[in-house]
């Protein structure tokens, strides 16, 4: 079992900047693949960005692109995700994912909202 907690949510105004964090425990093995996704009201959940057990970036959703980055410290089992020059329609529920061994784990999300 994996478990992951987000944090780093939070209100921010047009242009700014925000960095999440997500708290990995469990039993993690050495290969497995680190998302995170977001669901704005009214919308499906959505692939914002990933990468593999090294760090490296497998996707990042055009719509981020310049503007976002992915990154995870395994020493200390953390994934981030850098937001910058964050927009109105960035404002969702972001949630953590790790898939590893075709199974599936989810944080229970963290809050943006991107508003004047």
């Known amino acids: 079992q994996v478990q992951l907690v987000e944090s780093g949510g939070g209100l921010v105004q047009p242009g700014g900047s925000l960095r999440l964090s997500c708290a990995v425990s469990?039993?993690?093995?050495?290969?497995?693949?680190m998302g995170w996704y977001r669901q704005a009201p009214g919308k499906e959940r959505e692939l914002v960005a990933s990468?593999?057990?090294?760090?490296?970036?497998?996707y990042i959703i055009d719509s981020v692109k310049g503007r976002f980055t992915i990154s995870r410290d395994n020493a200390k089992n953390m994934g981030f995700l850098q937001m910058n020059s964050l927009k109105a329609e960035d404002t969702a529920v972001y949630y953590c994912n790790i898939v590893q061994r075709s199974v599936s784990y989810w944080g229970k999300g963290t809050l943006v909202t991107v508003s004047s």
């Open positions: 469990g039993s993690l093995f050495s290969t497995n693949v």
């Open positions: 990468c593999d057990s090294k760090g490296t970036t497998l």
